[in-house]
């Protein structure tokens, strides 16, 4: 039986290289009972879209960023938001242990069953101007993403936040449509950002994890044999994922470096995370997502 | 071969989406203006203006099959006798009604299964895009079986008609 | 055997004479019902195909289109080419080939270009002694200057197709130079044909005039350069620079020309939705169409395919030339760039070929396509505008298909012609 995967990225991405790993470790493990087959470079959708098929069955395995699914699985937009998570490590720990677990079983109700974690990375902003300290960001015109998250969280620092196509990202820093935006190391070498907004200040504003989840008809008609062959596989992949990587944003950082950007580590990051006070009171407002929240960065 | 009403319909449908055009035009020179005057970009001027090309563009469509001004081929079937082009009249008709209840009936659908979660940066439910995809299903359905009426009502009348345009 | 139904499913419908945009939309129906996915999905991909931020330029793009026509922009500038060229021998093939160029680089759309244009040149043409064969001749394959010549809503429908990666205003500069050659070989081609058929010389007007004609064109020329300006120095996206245009060709026409009266605007209103929403259901149903396509990988398969048949890079840009070609012929070009990029695009890229340039090969391919039968919107708008029949046309267009190919394959066999002015911006 064939399956079918979507993803948003390039075949040779670390995502995508891992998803094509699972399709080989389960056909070969189940002996072609279940063979994964992954449509790169979001061939069947955008990732909104494809979250809809997912739902109602067009679809049966994905890997999905947790900020579009915010608005169908409220629980995921406690880790969407700014500083929920420490450090890269500090979100391994906690996807990985009991509220991964939890996560994952919030999806259930959206016809999805979350199986593994990849990884994203952490964002952080870049302009055309030095950034030096928070304060640098106040009256920018920052590039976001679709989503309320983001705006809040652009606003909170005092900028004005502008949505753009991921495309057209490029020229319209060139040009002073806007002075910067955010994104991990990856995207801002692979785009071409750093040649046009060299000023890269690693506030690591956001770590959001990535998930890969089958479609619920789909896992609920394998046997438990089966089930558990393909939650082994999905497990495995995640680790060459996160492997992948950490290399690619080696790779990238020293591209960036190399090329002459400005970089800026922040030994103290207080001051982003007082400013980002905001965004709790607008998006903390249930009790289950503040001890969630709670839970989250009681996590060692 | 036309009932008097469904002009009326017709009527309101091109004026909601001409009003749309204009807005839509509006919209974006507002958006302009906000990022350039007043440094404050509408952040929900994106996503209001891709709802808005729905309205302007879906239910003129079935309009359009109405008023036979979509793109096709017919000169293959206008090559056989006029009998033969009458089936084929009836079979056209048939498909397109039935597609436009596909239309209607899955995307009621879609906007029932995405009701529940808001468009982000806009706050209006995500169900609200499908929306005009359920009425053009529904224009498409009416507009057919007026055409499907008349065909089978005055086959003589759409048998003796020459130089119909397809 | 999914595949059949969704490839049957749609030259049925073609064959049975359903509007393209229906026959593939149901084709897409059908192969979801024979794959037992949900038939919704064919919805979701339409209403996704559409819901695309910088495909909002096409409606303003037409709207801008029918403004300058209504409000006086196109007959000021045939005045304009008139003054500049009408003096040759069989001036006014030479005018309606300019105009072509300069309104082209405005409105964005051939079909545009040949009912603003061809309304006032065919039987301007007519008047003066030209048959009225040659007026349509001239008019629509001229016209295909609005595909090549920026701006153009079918280069980002192509920018799209290609899933981002490609940029718009690269695409606009690139067009510039296989436009102005395809335009010298028309013109050629009208010169030539005009001394064989001893057509007559216009007088000129002398240089005060003349020059008096070109300051009267200016502003409403300037809608291009606002357009293409606002794309090019990326002080605006494309949406919004369309969205100017139509604001300033508003502007000059109610302002400047005093030419467009409030009858005229809803005109123009009404004409513009009525080509968005067939424009724009085409590529929605096209998008579900090639969701299909992607699952059933017939990019990848034609890819093998072709990379199987030869090695040679000239042949299988030759190939790839003449399955446009009839494709071309027989569908609609926008619905044709949705579908044959994602099949094209990694074959092309796969022998080393810039995207831009395959952008610049499509659209002339495509274009062609527009001005030949059995399905040509350019041709059949000509022929109804001279009230001549397509077969008269048809056995004189020859000299100007040629003129076309000779474009064509200067623009797929020399990069530099697409691709030297882009590298100049950049
Ligand atoms: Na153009
Ligand atoms: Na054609």
Redesign the pocket.
Known sequence: EEIRGWNTHAPDYPVSVAMDHFGEMVAERTEGRIEPNTYHSAQLGEQDQAIEQMQFGGIDFAVFNLVPLNNIVPETQVTTLPYAFRSVDHMHRVVDGPIGEELAAAMEPANMVGLAWYDSGARSFYANTPLNSVEDLEGLKIRVQNSDVNVAMVEALGANATPIPFGEVYSSIQTGVVDGAENNWPSYESTGHYEVAPHYILDEHTIVPEVFVINKDTWDSWSAEDQEIVRQAAKESAELQRELWAEREEQSEQIVRDAGATIVELEDKSAFIEAMNPVYDQFVTDENLRDLLNRIQATE | MRFKVLDYLVTLVVAVSGGALVLLVAITGWQVYGRYVLNDTPTWAERLSLLLILIVALPLSAVGLRENIHLGISYIVEMLPRRAQYGFELLRTLLLGAFGVAMSVYSYELVVGTWNRAIPLLGVPQGVQYLPLVITGGLIVIFMAERMWFLLRHPAEWLERTEETI | MGLAFLLGGFVVGIVIGLPIAFALGIAALAAAFYEGLPELIVFQRMIAGMNVFSLLAIPFFIFAGELMMRGGIAMRLVRFAQAVVGQMRGGLGLVNVLSSMLF??I??SAVADTSALGSVLIPMMREKGYDDDYAVNVTVTSSIA??M????HNMILYALAAGGGISISSLFLAGVVPGIIMCLCLGIASYVVAIRRDYPAEPFPGIGPALITGIVALPGFLTAVVIIGGVVSGIFTVTESAAIGVIYALLVTVFVYRSLSLHDFWRSVLQSIRTTAMVMVLIGTATSFAYFLALYQVPAAILDLLLNITESKIVLLLLINIALLVLGAFMDMGALILICTPIFLPVVRQIGMDPVQFGMLLMMNLGLGLTTPPVGACLFVGCSIAKVKIETVLRTIWPFYFAVLVALLLTTYVPAVSLSLPALFD
């Open positions: 082209g680089g409105s964005g609005g595909v010549v920026p701006p153009s």
